[in-house]
């Protein structure tokens, strides 16, 4: 049951992003991304969290986030997407 609340919140978070309700997602995926239970890959929660940022204009958070993957997560195939979207990010 929790699996499924979890995965309705991720739901709400992304289209709480493609309608520019970018403050609302965010604080959605940060609740998600503070979950330990195992049922939701941390990771991935990170990944978007760290896009949405982006897509706010919150360079800083979004390059926190991504260093936070990097970190976290090294083994994690969302590590290579993180390191991508840093590298994106010193180039601009």
Same mark, same amino acid.
């Given at each position: ?41 941390? #990771? ?6 760290? $896009?949405?940022? +982006? !897509?706010?204009? /919150? =360079? %800083? ?13 090294? #083994? ?6 993180? $390191?991508?979207? +840093? !590298?994106?990010? /010193? =180039? %601009?």
């Amino acid at each position: 049951n929790g699996l499924y609340v979890q995965m309705a919140r991720l739901g709400l978070a992304e289209a709480q992003a493609q309608t520019g309700q970018y403050d609302q997602a965010i604080e959605t995926l940060t609740s998600l991304s503070q979950q330990n239970d195992g049922q939701v890959p941390v #990771d991935g929660v990170l990944i978007r969290l760290g $896009r949405t940022y +982006l !897509d706010a204009g /919150k =360079r %800083t958070e979004a390059e926190q986030t991504f260093n936070r993957i990097v970190e976290e997560f090294p #083994d994690s195939p969302f590590s290579a997407d993180a $390191r991508r979207e +840093l !590298d994106q990010l /010193k =180039r %601009t």
